[in-house]
């Protein structure tokens, strides 16, 4: 039976405006998060096999391309772009813990779609020159290039614009999190600056300015999830699974580590015209790198898989959402609901 307003003759608005109830909320919100991540692992999968099936069936000259950034100068390029432009979507949907984590996905996030929008230069990576010697991105590319960049520069203006808004307005928005904020901000400014004031280095540059501090970044992101796993682990939260999962974020963290460290060695060499290289190094540091960044996404699945985020995710709870959750307990991690399902932490 609906409340009345007496005074006023009609129905008063029921406090709570919500259609569903909060333990079917608290599931959906689980396994959105839990298929966002399969998600990008489709998405990597997706990629190898175009350029791997134009490696098998491709044009001659298409079949020894010197990295998968190559591949955007043939008919893998429609999957290039598009699988890199839906991950930067999903690495800044998915919630982080507050601090690094979340700061780190927000801004790999934001470079993937310029890695994809961005064309490595012909001639490098292995891709061939033009007939006549210029090794950049060709003028024929660059009209689109920059459509897609303004494209991405508009959105992005909006978007750091609703983070701020979002942000400043909570009051439970974290310190770290303001912080990131404003480090993503500023690289922002930074990155409209250079394609608007510099664009013969930034058409020269950009792709391996976004490609390597995008996998840096993941890196970092495996490195902070192996650590937090051990600490559950030396607390003996789910000891077992905790023990496999530092296992695995520590040998995904070390392989992209050791991948980097190599990439560095090999491009010194080339640099230097030492010469030695193997032709096709670049592609496949970067096969490595994808299936590490793969694996990582596969790993935190089963990690989160009751929970959806991991502890200490993105904003600090509310006091009354702290004090619903009971005495001792925290707003969010493993609790009512089917399945062990709650309700995970608003992001700002």
């Known amino acids: 039976m609906s409340e009345t307003n007496h005074a006023a003759g009609a129905p008063s608005a029921p406090a709570d405006r919500t259609i569903t109830s909060p333990s079917v909320r608290a599931s959906a919100a689980v396994r959105t998060y839990r298929y966002l991540r399969l998600s990008l692992v489709g998405l990597v999968l997706l990629l190898l096999l175009a350029v791997w099936l134009e490696r098998l069936t491709g044009e001659a000259a298409n079949r020894r391309l010197g990295s998968i950034s190559a591949y955007y100068y043939t008919p893998a390029r429609s999957v290039f772009v598009g699988a890199l432009v839906a991950i930067g979507i999903s690495l800044v949907a998915i919630v982080g813990r ?16 310029v890695v994809a929008f961005v064309p490595t230069p012909r001639g490098a990576g292995g891709a061939p020159c033009d007939p ?25 203006v909006a978007g750091v ?37 510099a664009r013969d280095s930034f058409l020269d540059v950009a792709h391996f300015g976004a490609a ?15 650590r937090k796993a051990r600490a559950r682990r030396d ?13 695995v974020y520590g040998v995904v963290a070390g392989v992209m580590t050791m991948t980097f460290a190599v990439a560095i060695v090999l491009a010194v060499m080339d640099q230097l015209g030492w010469g030695g290289t193997p032709d096709e190094w670049v592609l496949w540091v970067e096969v490595v790198l994808l299936l590490s960044f793969a694996t990582f996404w596969v790993t935190q699945t089963f990690d989160f898989w009751a929970d959806g985020l991991p502890e200490d995710a993105s904003v600090t709870p509310a006091p009354a959402a702290t004090a619903a959750a009971g005495p001792g307990r925290p707003a969010t991690g493993r609790g009512p609901g089917p399945g062990g399902d709650v309700t995970p932490a608003p992001r700002p």
């Open 98 to 113: 507050r601090g690094f984590e979340d700061t780190a996905l927000n801004i790999a996030g934001m470079l993937a779609p």
């Open 132 to 156: 006549d010697g210029r090794c950049s991105v060709p003028p024929e590319f660059v009209p689109a290039v920059v459509n897609n960049i303004k494209s991405l520069i508009a959105l992005g």
């Open 161 to 197: 614009a609703l983070g701020a808004y979002v942000v400043l307005r909570r009051r439970e928005s974290s310190r770290a999190t303001r912080i990131g904020l404003a480090l993503a901000a500023g690289l922002f400014v930074a990155f409209v600056a250079w394609f608007g004031l």
């Open 212 to 226: 390597v501090p995008l996998f840096a970044l993941v890196t970092g992101v495996a490195y902070v999830n192996a």
């Open 235 to 247: 607390h003996g939260v789910n000891a077992t699974g905790a023990k496999t999962y530092t296992a």
